[in-house]
């Protein structure tokens, strides 16, 4: 059974870095695209960063470029979210997701469940 597992949110402080991590079982994540996506309530989900499957790039969305940097673990099957300089608004539930490719929220296959990210003083 392939599934995404969320680790590590938590409350930080503005200005604070915080990593989380997106374990695999079941398939292997080097072969899909890997996203991370963010969604307050009330509101839609929403892209943060994403590793390519075609060539490995790695994407992030202009509000957390020079912040937020994504890396893997290949021996662990695992995807990371290292965020640093995070602000109020990096608040909501993070979850990974895989696909095909790097192409936005329908796109994506297999789901976490998320974790919480609070950035709160």
């Known amino acids: 059974q392939e599934q995404l597992v969320e680790s590590g949110g938590g409350l930080v402080q503005p200005g604070g870095s915080l990593r989380v991590s997106c374990a695999a079982s079941g398939f292997t994540l080097e072969r899909y695209a890997i996203g991370w996506f963010r969604q307050v309530p009330g509101k839609e989900r929403e892209g943060v960063s994403c590793?390519?499957?075609?060539?490995?790039?790695?994407y992030h969305v202009d509000p957390v470029k020079g912040r937020f940097t994504m890396f893997r673990d290949r021996a662990k099957n695992t995807v990371y979210l290292q965020m640093s300089s995070v602000k109020p608004e990096d608040t909501a539930i993070y979850y990974c997701?895989?696909?095909?490719?790097?192409?936005?929220?329908?796109?994506?296959?297999?789901w976490g469940k998320g974790t919480l990210v609070i950035v709160s003083p």
């Open positions: 590793i390519s499957s075609s060539d490995g790039r790695v």
């Open positions: 997701a895989t696909g095909p490719e790097c192409a936005g929220v329908s796109t994506m296959k297999v």
